[in-house]
């Protein structure tokens, strides 16, 4: 048995222009769709903005606009709160990491234009809800590869990576703070960090080698995230700090960390007189001794220590899909493979390749440099480090990846037993009654917009495994977070579309009213005693536009109207990669799909009652649309036309007079629920 989806639509607007595309993921021939059909109903375009433009601001809380990412955080006394944020190039940064593969260049990058850039406080980043969630951090010891794992991170555009990022250095600096106020302020920087809807995977942080001291603190602060450690031999990490004079690793001796200090005294050596090789070999082993101690203490599962060695192809096949359960395509794997092979720091294009330089390193360093790696037993620790490390990965190497969830099976809907319910109902007539369908704005009634439907954050993997649940039991329900929507309607400009469309005429559907019922015209010229309800006019798109808003601006119902309705053109194709005709979350049979709708409309525009017999994706674009479901077993109340009728599919009554309600019990008897459709959201029916 198949519960499949039967539409009864009413679209209604509240202000402006709006834009909606309808996507058909699978329609079963005529023969094979069974009686159980689902019945949707649709009441509502509002659009919530008087022009078709992406707002200026686009904000998810009112205070800090969705994007813009702390930079700059004033903990210089406890009273101090001052953020800075700005919004980043990620999209740079995805295509070229090695272009940008530090924070700091990310920032120089983006951040240098005042309006680029807003203030804010510690309160506003507090009450930011989480978005992108970490799924994994990167501790090292410097010049082991940290930064090329980095790149390769970043190289798939849906994984959100900061690569030694100022804000977590800045709590860990902190001179005020206690542990559990870093631990806090750690929860809330990094949690507004993620205020970028656009990578799904999730957030990564490489750090500072010098803050591998700090990693039981960002253990404490996130005890589930798992992170890894990198290491390498002594003799080539120790090779690359002494290029240069002073010793990179030795930047710190005047402020020592407390164990470098320890293993400085306990190996009788004054930090102040101590060669560059004694205290950078007490440096490196403090690093190592900092990650072998929150190991220790780690939850299962959640630490790895990683030798340079097995990089860069491990991050692709074992790290990043077993160990931070992430899904990695075949796509994303091509580019981390390309990117491995760029020099990490490549800041000027173009890029160079890089060269394995284990070996030059080895035969650089003095014998008394490998002197003082034995004397302060680096290297013992290094050889106990690659023993746990060998055992680990071996273990690694056997557990399971991350998979995407199946698209579509049909022998999933076959073998259901049980259906999901459906979303908790009320009365068709309760539901007209206290919010009627001329009437764009919605009543002052709490939850009246978000009705009863399930809603899932597309972006959160659990959550998208639940949806898909619903999808093949084909319960009504909303998604949020879905990246390529989000993207797609802030790319929609006006501007954007005029240039698209051009100067070619399209046929727009008129009506003499805000009703727009559909009717078949090949139906409607057999019968001689029908007039069609709506009519046809050839304008561009900017001519259309300009109606319409004429249109959303009065509140006569009996006034003309304007309805956009269209296939999709190339470039919405191009721009929407999740509606593609393939097997996905999405299109359950591309064998059936129909292919992209777009519908633009106005406020006050209502699609007349009436029932769909394929499943459908409805992704809003601009505005919002107020939608009616019922299931399929109230199709017997409806008065539906009958099949000959050229409204086939369509209720005989117009749903905006309530008096149909009192002739007809039965109609205002039924079950009904309703939702609004908002900007970036997506309704499956």
Not at 112 to 138: A, Q
Not at 486 to 496: Q, R
Not at 508 to 526: D, E, I, L, Q, W
């Amino acid at each position: 048995m198949h519960r499949r989806v039967a539409v009864m639509v009413a679209s209604l607007s509240v202000a402006g222009v709006v834009g909606v595309l309808l996507v058909s993921i699978a329609s079963p021939p005529a023969s094979a769709r069974p009686s159980r059909t689902f019945a949707k109903i649709v009441d509502g375009s509002q659009a919530d903005q008087p022009r078709f433009l992406p707002p200026k601001v686009p904000s998810r809380t009112g205070d800090i606009p969705d994007g813009f990412i702390p930079i700059d955080i004033d903990l210089t006394t406890r009273g101090s709160s001052r953020v800075k944020l700005c919004r980043l190039n990620f999209a740079k940064y995805h295509r070229e990491p090695s272009e940008l593969p530090m924070f700091k260049a990310l920032v120089a990058d983006a951040c240098l234009s005042h309006s680029n850039v807003i203030t804010r406080t510690l309160s506003d980043l507090e009450r930011l809800p989480p978005l992108v969630s970490p799924k994994g951090f990167v501790f090292h010891e410097s010049r082991c590869g940290s930064t090329l794992i980095a790149n390769v991170i970043a190289s798939d555009e849906k994984n959100l990576v900061y690569s030694e990022s100022l804000p977590p250095a800045q709590v860990f600096r902190c001179a005020w703070c206690s542990e559990n106020d870093k631990i806090r302020l750690l929860r809330v920087v990094i949690n507004a960090m993620g205020n970028s809807k656009s990578h799904i995977n999730g957030m990564f942080f490489k750090f500072q080698s010098i803050q591998s001291f700090y990693i039981r603190l960002v253990q404490k602060a996130f005890p589930a995230v798992p992170w890894v450690y990198l290491f390498r031999h002594p003799v080539e990490v120790l090779a690359s700090h002494l290029r240069s004079t002073p010793a990179v690793c030795a930047r710190h001796r005047h402020h020592p960390p407390a164990t470098v200090a320890a293993l400085m005294q306990e190996a009788r050596v004054s930090t102040t007189h101590a060669t560059d090789e004694q205290y950078c070999v007490a440096h490196l082993k403090g690093l190592c001794l900092s990650a072998l101690n929150a190991h220790t203490k780690a939850p299962p599962g959640t630490a790895l220590l990683l030798h340079y060695e097995r990089l860069p192809s491990a991050m692709w096949d074992h790290v990043l899909p077993k160990h931070f359960q992430v899904i990695v395509s075949p796509e994303a794997k091509a580019r981390m493979e390309a990117e491995s092979q760029m020099y990490s720091k490549a800041k000027a294009r173009p890029a160079y390749e890089f060269h394995e330089d284990s070996s030059a390193k080895q035969a650089k360093l003095s014998d008394e440099a490998r002197a003082v790696i034995d004397e302060l037993g680096l290297a013992t620790l290094h050889d106990k480090m690659l023993a746990m490390e060998t055992e680990a990965f071996d273990t690694l190497v056997d557990k399971p990846a991350a998979k995407f969830e199946p698209t579509w099976d049909a022998r999933q809907e076959a073998q259901i037993k049980t259906y999901i319910p459906y979303p908790e109902m009320q009365t068709l007539g309760e539901l007209l009654r206290q919010w009627p369908p001329d009437e764009p704005e919605a009543p002052n009634v709490p939850g009246i917009e978000t009705g009863t439907l399930p809603r899932f954050n597309y972006s959160v993997p659990e959550q998208r495994a639940k949806a898909l649940q619903y999808r093949v039991h084909e319960v009504p329900f909303m998604l949020t977070d879905v990246p390529d929507i989000v993207a797609t309607s802030e790319k929609w400009t006006f501007d954007y579309l005029n240039e698209n469309f051009g100067d070619r005429k399209f046929p727009v559907t008129t009506s003499k009213t805000n009703h727009f019922p559909y009717f078949n015209k090949r139906s409607a010229m057999r019968n001689r005693d029908y007039t069609p309800p709506t009519g046809i006019e050839h304008m561009t798109y900017k001519e259309w536009f300009e109606k319409a808003q004429q249109a959303a601006t009065q509140s006569n119902v009996d006034a003309p109207h304007f309805y956009f309705q269209l296939n999709a053109e190339s470039f919405m194709a191009r721009d929407i990669n999740v509606f593609k005709p393939q097997a996905s979350f999405f299109i359950v049979d591309p064998s059936a799909n129909k292919g992209i709708n777009c519908r633009l409309g106005s406020r006050g525009i209502i699609a007349e009652p009436h029932y769909d017999g394929g499943r459908n994706f409805v992704a809003m674009l601009r505005g919002a649309k107020r939608y009616i479901l019922q299931p399929p077993e109230m199709c017997k109340k409806l008065h539906l036309y009958p099949r000959s009728h050229p409204e086939a599919r369509h209720a005989e009554f117009d749903w905006s007079d309530l008096s149909v309600l009192d002739k007809y019990p039965d109609l205002a008897a039924s079950e009904a629920t309703q939702v609004v459709v908002r900007q970036g959201e997506v309704l499956y029916i």
